[in-house]
């Protein structure tokens, strides 16, 4: 059973908000890494504004990541083994490519990487957590109480109608 108690709208910003504090965590992780770095290299104001650009050329990272993740832990089949491939081709391909570039591309293609790893781990984390809540919901007693009542009000209303109580089933052919 599917709990429709959040919108459609409601379910974007909620992904939204995970991905966006997953960018911030990645954020923070990142900027301790270049500070770490930076107490044994001299910074220039080049780095800074290459790591600001990372930053920003990242989030969409962050978004993808939270969104294959959540997607990926809904699921009851396993779909780890045709994800991981996917997300580790989409890394290497990016990262072959920026690497290519040199310069401030190396950077944010650490960064990409960092913020896709990161925000992938979030989505997985939420989409568990929001399957074994429905889980939950569904095998509630209220949940249970519901079904009954509205299979009564079915039965109720056929009766009413004058068919009969049970529907019937369609006919299936025997196996010789």
């Known amino acids: 059973m599917i709990d429709y108690s959040y919108s459609a709208a409601t379910s974007a910003l909620i992904m939204i908000a995970v991905a966006l504090c997953s960018f911030l965590v990645s954020a923070a992780i990142i900027l301790l ?25 990242g989030f969409p990272f962050a978004v993808l990541g939270v969104t294959v993740g959540f997607v990926t832990s809904l699921s009851r089949e396993s779909a780890v083994g ?12 990016v990262g072959v490519y920026l690497v290519s570039r040199g310069g401030r591309s190396a950077i944010t293609s650490a960064v990409s990487v960092v913020m896709l790893c990161v925000s992938f781990s ?3 984390g939420y ?25 009564a009000n079915i039965k109720k209303y056929r009766k009413s109608i004058g068919l ?12 010789q």
């Open 82 to 93: 045709a994800v991981l491939p996917a997300i580790l081709s989409l890394v290497g391909g």
């Open 33 to 57: 890494l270049f500070w770490v770095v930076g107490l044994f290299l001299r910074w220039r104001d080049v780095n800074k504004v290459a790591l600001a650009q990372a930053l920003f050329f």
């Open 164 to 175: 009969d109580d049970t529907p019937s089933q369609p006919a299936v052919a025997k196996a």
């Open 127 to 151: 989409g568990s957590r929001a399957r074994v809540e429905n889980e939950q919901i569904s095998l509630s007693w209220r949940a249970q109480v519901a079904s009954a009542t509205r299979e």
């Open 122 to 124: 979030a989505g997985i």
